[in-house]
């Protein structure tokens, strides 16, 4: 459960940016999180309601775009995805995961002053 | 900014020190407030603040010569048991401080102190993990010069903490046997970030169905570059092993 913790940095960094822009309002914030960063998404939306009480970002649409796993192996190099997210499907050796643990804060958008 | 209209003249620039005089607001001042729809890309980690944080802290920590070690596991594995098998035994040779991470009370601290070692407690409340942020103001209260090895006692919980780096120099976790020789596998993520890994309550075997060397497989299996050492806080077996390891790596 630190999903209130993930969605605090998230908005501190929204507002850092939204300031720096000269932003009245923040009406969207774009997240990628990848399939196994250990984040879970209902927790994450629910969090966001909370953590962005009382700031420009109150009224804002948020946006989890959820990177899929992909795993490559250590061995022969096959790439695969799946569940079992440690062992490569082709030759049963270890994997290393090439995407699927990001947590990234991809864009805002805003309302500026003109 | 101009804090009346956000317009972005005037700002924190200091001149030899001072603060810049607010500008005058006798210019174009009569905005039309119509408001452009901007999307602004970041690409930023979340975790970036707490990132840097981290590296102030591996920098601080460095620069007293002291090893750090972030210790991750379930609650009740035998963290702070292990702790203070190691203070009592080896408290003299490796100059123990130690963080203590809990959502409530300072016993764990109180059990340190006890034992022998200088301890720091943090209350995260509710949160169920150490941050950076909270490593930079325990520092501040531990004394580094008298510091040999600093252990971060994280709060037990083997999913949340992993996703933190503190500015330790290594994780270490921990299961214990009453918890199932499977542990490593449903909880991958831990052991891909540690380097040691600590079977504890092994005094416990002839008791229980945990099949140790399936186990050591397992998180083999998750990370073959693991160091694993089969322990018993209580009865003392398997320590001398990590001991020996830690001397050898401390440096």
Redesign the interface.
Known sequence: ??EV??MM??I???LD???Q?????I?KIT?EIGE???VVKDALEFAFETVTKETIATQANFEIITIPFKGQCISCDHIFTGDN???CDKCGN?GKMITGNE???????????? | ?CLE????EGSHTTIDGKKMEPHQHDHHHQ????????????????????NHIALHNREHIARHNVFCMNWISAPGSGKTFLLERLIKDHGEKFKFSVIEGDQQTDNDAQRIKDAGASATQINTGS???L?AEMIHQALHKIDMENTKILIIENVGNM??P???DLGENMKLSIVSCPEGEDKP?KY??LLLTSKVLLINKIDLLPYLDFDLDRCIKFSK??N?DLEIFPVSAKSGEGIPEFVSWLEKNIN
């Open positions: 459960m630190h913790s993930i940095s998230i501190d960094t929204a940016v939204a300031k822009n000269d932003a009245q309002k009406t997240v196994k960063a250990g997210y440690l062992v270890l947590l990234r804060i991809k864009s805002i958008e805003v309302d500026e002053c003109v | 900014m209209c956000g317009c972005g905005h039309e407030y119509s408001h452009d729809h901007k999307e602004i890309e970041i690409q930023q980690d979340i975790l970036a603040k707490n949160a169920c993990h941050d999913v949340c992993t996703a933190y596998i991958p993520d299996q998750v073959p």
